[in-house]
């Protein structure tokens, strides 16, 4: 396959800064990084193999350039405690693990397709996220947004296997708790 940088614009613009602006929730942002990729793709032409398509390989790029973005803004960060008395782990479980009838899972209405209401959800899933501190918002991102390997993920990011789970843990806990407030 033979890659045509002229046409990365009109091809792949839009579908790269939709697949930054998720991950990093920042228009500036995401249009430097998709700008930096198309930049960092010119500089690789030559690397390119062509064995997955041309929007699969700047997509990489832009993946990389994303990862870094977290490891930047993360970096030299103290692990962040919940401040909020009524986020901690122990309100939510019986000492058996299970969940205290009070605080179990509800359902979040969104099992059917109205296609508004999931753009609607997709919208307050994003400020719930920007609310998370920036660690947890990148763990919570690579793993279950961009599927990122648990492994992976603690590489990248410079965090240990017990520590991922504990960030994951809590993201998913604020995560709850901010949809149920906003969304239900």
């Known amino acids: 396959m033979i890659l045509d ?3 990365w614009v009109a091809a792949h613009a839009d579908y790269l800064y939709g697949y930054a602006i998720t991950r990093v929730n920042d228009e500036e942002q995401a249009r430097d990084l998709v700008q930096d990729t198309f930049l960092a793709a010119l500089q690789r032409v030559d690397k390119f193999e062509g064995r997955s398509s041309e929007r699969t390989w700047l997509t990489a790029i832009l993946k990389n350039k994303i990862v870094d973005v977290y490891r930047k803004k993360s970096s030299g960060l103290k ?3 919940i401040n909020d008395p009524d986020m901690e782990p122990d309100k939510f479980f019986e000492e058996d693990g299970h969940w205290l009838i009070e ?3 509800k359902a979040f209405g969104i099992e059917h397709e109205d296609h508004l209401e999931k ?3 997709q919208l307050i899933l994003q400020k719930c996220l920007a609310k998370l501190p920036v660690l947890w918002k990148a763990v919570f991102t690579m793993k279950h947004i961009d599927e990122e390997a648990t492994e992976t993920i603690c590489t990248e990011m410079k965090v240990t296997s017990a520590n991922f789970w504990v960030i994951i843990h809590r993201a998913k806990l604020n995560l709850r708790a901010c949809l149920q407030k906003n969304w239900i």
Do not use: T
């Open 5 to 7: 940088p002229r046409q």
């Open 79 to 81: 692990p962040v405690a």
């Open 103 to 105: 605080h179990g899972p």
């Open 119 to 121: 753009k609607e959800f």
